[in-house]
C-alpha cells in the first residue's frame, strides 16, 4: 500500500446486474479498495474476472446460495482476512486488516416495512443486529484503528433524509434507530468520515428510491452508506466523495458509492 488509500463502499443491489455501471465508475475512479453490498450472488458465480481485469489482485466475497445479501472486499493489494464477528451467519459481515487497522464490510438488514418490533421480526431482527454490533465493538480498545463501513441501513441524523419530520415514522430514519445506531457510534468513539466535510446543516444522501420518476428532481434521498473511524484515525481521513452520477447510468443500483481518502502516514 502506498501513504494514501481510497476506500470506497457501494450497495450494488445485485453484483452482475451492475457490472455495466460499475465498469462505467471503475473507469473514472478506480479505489484501492472497494467494499460491495448486497452482491446477490453464490461464490462460485461471481464476476471475479471483471475485478481481476481493472487490476484488483484480492477479491473476498461471501454469498448465499439464495441469491440474497452477499458482500465483499476487492483491492489492488493483498489483504490479510480476519474472521468474520461471531454472532453474525448471513452474508452480512467480511473483515481484513491494512497494516494496522481492522475495516469491516457491513450489511445491516433493512428491516421490512412496519416499524414494529410485535408485528415486524425483520425490524426486530434490525435492531437485534445493530445492538449485537455495539457489544461487539465495546469489547475493542479505545486505541485501535478500525474502519466500519456499508450500508447500514439507517440515516441518523435530521438532514441525512429528505424530511425529517415525514420519515420519523418510516424504517430507516425511526427513532429506535437512530438510538440504536447512535449507540454503535458511541461504542467506540466513531467518527463519520463523510460528514466530516459536510455540515449536519447541509443534506446528504447516498441512495433514492427507484419508484421516482426523475430521482434528481424530487430529490428524496437517505443516507444509509456510512464510513466510520475510530478517534485516532479520524484526523488521518482527507477527502470524502459522494459519486451521485452514477445514479444516472443505465441500469442502477439504488445506492451510489461513497469513498474517503486516507492517510497510512
Known sequence: MSNKIEITTWNVNSVRKRLNSISIFLKDFIPDILLLQETKVSNELFPYQFFKDFGYHFIHHEGEKTGY????????????????????NDARHLAVKINNIELHN???????????VTMNDKFKDKLNFIDNM?????????NDNIIIAGDFNVAP????????????????HTPVE????????NSLNFRDSVRKFTDDSEKLYSWWSYRARDWKKSNRGRRLDHI??????????????????????????????????????
Do not use: C
Not at 441524523?157 to 430507516?172: G, T
Not at 437512530?178 to 457510534?185: A, C, D, G, I, P
Not at 473511524?229 to 459522494?242: F, M, P, Q
Open 69 to 88: 445479501n452477499g458482500v465483499a472486499i476487492i483491492a489492488k493489494s493483498e489483504l490479510e482476512v480476519i474472521p468474520k464477528i461471531e454472532f453474525i
Open 106 to 116: 457491513f450489511y445491516i438488514p433493512a428491516g421490512g416495512d412496519i416499524p414494529d
Open 134 to 142: 455495539t457489544k461487539w465493538f465495546q469489547g475493542k480498545k479505545p
Open 157 to 172: 441524523l435530521e438532514n441525512d433524509v429528505w424530511s425529517h419530520k415525514q420519515l420519523l415514522k418510516i424504517i430507516s
Open 178 to 185: 437512530v438510538e440504536k445506531l447512535s449507540n454503535l457510534y
Open 228 to 265: 466510520w473511524t475510530t478517534a485516532n484515525l479520524y484526523h488521518n481521513v482527507e477527502k470524502a466523495n459522494i459519486f451521485k452520477s452514477t445514479r444516472d447510468h443505465e441500469v442502477p443500483s439504488d445506492h451510489v458509492p461513497i469513498s474517503i481518502t486516507l492517510s497510512l502516514g
